[in-house]
């Protein structure tokens, strides 16, 4: 049986919780900034925040004790009786942050919940404006959008759709090609004439369906878990949108993971996507900062006012939506983003951390630099694809499982805790290996050098016990 984190023993241990991996993982038993300390005692150093939620890290005095005070007033209400302080109090924060782009906001549980409420939205807007026609969604292979049978759908995570392909919507939900220009685009193709054909192609997916039944596309500003950190060609957005607006459908953004500061700014669209303005957007793991379980809907005027104009209410919901210690959690998180200008630091660590991972895997001397494909990323977020299709590459022996669990194992063994993915190099998901890294928007330059020490590291003796030669 698979061991925890790869290859990584920790020991026998009997646990109830069906888990998401094959193996038991250890258990942590307290956290405290950038570091979780395990039942055994080791300290390790989160350099990826669970899944690019920690923000903040853990043990904030400011977050911590505003869910104490919340606690103390109002635990939970259900939002179709009564609205809450805290809930309408980050609604208005989160609108007037916004620049203008959004004039109303959704409360969810999550990520994957706050894409249904995409779905949702988006259809509703329609259905209500006189549309009803328009009941198809595009979006892009090698995404992900969510692990419900709809944002499984929606998105093209070919490993996660294979056990529930039977179940999948494929009338309703279609995918046009990764803007992936590090595999995809042509050897003697332009970057402009890239986005030029991955334009022409989404034109032509709407023509093959019918424009007007189409309700708009969906993208990552930045793709997260599917190809690691992978952002779109300069002026991508602007052409996926000069679309949509061709045809009256909406122009989507997933943000889940990307949103909420990852890139250094608030939304990532306003320095990865062109400074194009979505008509709908998801948010999650950013805005509570893991202190609580909620995500985001953002909905824009033009959205916003067809829902006002036809039922005026959104036909959608959950029990713990707009939960009030939820809200609580997450409003202190953004006042703390905001408070101690953390923004800023990720714009000053986040250069830092690229070019010390691309020096150190990439430089000269570098014993890894045979086998990365690509170091690519900004701010507070980073993935680091590897290749082996080489004859030195195909020569390594990682055992049963791929480089990249294997990495992460070694890495944990070391101290770090970083995340793991494969197949996100090939359309059909066979191909590739890679590794995130996003740490907290508080993390110190002396920690930034010890993430990249131990990756590195981890990363060498991988390839060193799968038989790299000195």
Same mark, same amino acid.
């Given at each position: 049986?698979?061991?925890?984190?790869?290859?990584?023993?920790?020991?026998?241990?009997?646990?109830?919780?069906?888990?998401?991996?094959?193996?038991?993982?250890?258990?942590?038993?307290?956290?405290?900034?950038?570091?979780?300390?395990?039942?055994?005692?080791?300290?390790?150093?989160?350099?990826?925040?669970?899944?690019?939620?920690?923000?903040?890290?853990?043990?904030?005095?400011?977050?911590?004790?505003?869910?104490?005070?919340?606690?103390?007033?109002?635990?939970?209400?259900?939002?179709?009786?009564?609205?809450?302080?805290?809930?309408?109090?980050?609604?208005?924060?989160?609108?007037?942050?916004?620049?203008?782009?959004?004039?109303?906001?959704?409360?969810?549980?999550?990520?994957?919940?706050?894409?249904? $409420?995409?779905?949702? *939205?988006?259809? #509703? %807007?329609?259905?209500?404006?006189? +549309?009803?026609?328009?009941? /198809? @969604? =595009?979006?892009?292979?090698?995404?992900?959008?969510?692990?419900?049978?709809?944002?499984?759908?929606?998105?093209?995570?070919?490993?996660?759709?294979?056990?529930?392909?039977?179940?999948?919507?494929?009338?309703?939900?279609?995918?046009?090609?990764?803007?992936?220009?590090?595999?995809?685009? $042509?050897?003697?193709? *332009?970057?402009? #004439? %890239?986005?030029?054909?991955?334009? +022409?192609?989404?034109?032509? /997916? @709407? =023509?093959?369906?019918?424009?007007?039944?189409?309700?708009?596309?969906?993208?990552?500003?930045?793709?997260?878990?599917?190809?690691?950190?992978?952002?779109?060609?300069?002026?991508?957005?602007?052409?996926?949108?000069?679309?949509?607006?061709?045809?009256?459908?909406?122009?989507?953004?997933?943000?889940?993971?990307?949103?909420?500061?990852?890139?250094?700014?608030?939304?990532?669209?306003?320095?990865?996507?062109?400074?194009?303005?979505?008509?709908?957007?998801?948010?999650?793991?950013?805005?509570?900062?893991?202190?609580?379980?909620?995500?985001?809907?953002?909905?824009?005027?033009?959205?916003?006012?067809?829902?006002?104009?036809?039922?005026?209410?959104?036909?959608?919901?959950?029990?713990?939506?707009?939960?009030?210690?939820?809200?609580?959690?997450?409003?202190?998180?953004?006042?703390?983003?905001?408070?101690?200008?953390?923004?800023?630091?990720?714009?000053?660590?986040?250069?830092?951390?690229?070019?010390?991972?691309?020096?150190?895997?990439?430089?000269?001397?570098?014993?890894?630099?045979?086998?990365?494909?690509?170091?690519?990323?900004?701010?507070?977020?980073?993935?680091?694809?590897?290749?082996?299709?080489?004859?030195?590459?195909?020569?390594?022996?990682?055992?049963?499982?791929?480089?990249?669990?294997?990495?992460?194992?070694?890495?944990?063994?070391?101290?770090?805790?970083?995340?793991?993915?494969?197949?996100?190099?090939?359309?059909?998901?066979?191909?590739?290996?890679?590794?995130?890294?996003?740490?907290?928007?508080?993390?110190?330059?002396?920690?930034?050098?010890?993430?990249?020490?131990?990756?590195?590291?981890?990363?060498?003796?991988?390839?060193?016990?799968?038989?790299?030669?000195?």
């Amino acid at each position: 049986m698979s061991s925890a984190n790869g290859n990584a023993n920790h020991g026998p241990r009997v646990s109830s919780i069906l888990h998401r991996t094959p193996w038991v993982p250890p258990v942590a038993t307290s956290a405290e900034g950038s570091y979780i300390t395990l039942e055994d005692g080791r300290k390790l150093l989160d350099a990826v925040g669970g899944a690019a939620v920690a923000c903040i890290g853990n043990g904030h005095p400011v977050v911590t004790q505003a869910i104490k005070d919340q606690v103390d007033k109002a635990a939970y209400v259900y939002n179709m009786q009564v609205s809450n302080e805290p809930a309408e109090q980050l609604a208005e924060y989160l609108t007037k942050s916004s620049k203008g782009a959004f004039d109303l906001v959704g409360f969810v549980s999550g990520g994957s919940e706050a894409m249904e $409420g995409v779905i949702k *939205t988006a259809r #509703q %807007y329609f259905y209500e404006g006189g +549309q009803p026609q328009r009941t /198809k @969604f =595009i979006a892009r292979q090698l995404s992900f959008h969510g692990n419900t049978i709809a944002t499984l759908s929606l998105a093209y995570h070919p490993t996660r759709r294979a056990p529930y392909a039977a179940l999948l919507n494929n009338d309703n939900f279609h995918h046009v090609s990764p803007a992936y220009a590090a595999r995809f685009k $042509g050897k003697d193709e *332009t970057e402009e #004439q %890239y986005v030029e054909r991955l334009r +022409q192609e989404l034109e032509n /997916k @709407f =023509i093959e369906l019918g424009p007007d039944t189409v309700i708009g596309f969906v993208a990552e500003t930045v793709v997260g878990a599917t190809t690691g950190v992978v952002p779109a060609p300069k002026g991508y957005f602007k052409a996926m949108k000069s679309v949509c607006d061709k045809y009256g459908a909406l122009f989507i953004l997933d943000e889940v993971m990307s949103g909420m500061g990852r890139m250094g700014t608030l939304h990532a669209w306003e320095s990865f996507g062109d400074g194009v303005k979505p008509d709908l957007q998801a948010v999650a793991k950013g805005l509570g900062g893991g202190y609580a379980a909620i995500g985001a809907v953002l909905v824009s005027k033009r959205v916003a006012d067809g829902i006002r104009d036809a039922s005026g209410f959104w036909k959608h919901g959950h029990t713990y939506q707009a939960n009030p210690l939820s809200c609580a959690a997450a409003l202190a998180v953004q006042k703390t983003i905001v408070a101690e200008d953390l923004l800023a630091n990720v714009q000053k660590f986040g250069p830092v951390l690229g070019a010390r991972l691309r020096e150190r895997l990439q430089g000269p001397g570098a014993r890894a630099a045979p086998f990365v494909w690509d170091v690519r990323g900004g701010g507070a977020w980073w993935g680091i694809e590897f290749d082996f299709e080489s004859a030195a590459g195909a020569a390594l022996d990682f055992g049963r499982t791929s480089f990249a669990l294997a990495a992460q194992a070694r890495a944990f063994e070391n101290g770090l805790i970083v995340m793991a993915f494969s197949g996100g190099s090939s359309l059909d998901g066979t191909k590739g290996h890679h590794l995130m890294i996003s740490p907290a928007y508080n993390v110190t330059l002396e920690q930034v050098e010890t993430i990249v020490d131990l990756f590195v590291r981890s990363v060498e003796e991988t390839l060193v016990a799968a038989g790299l030669q000195a």
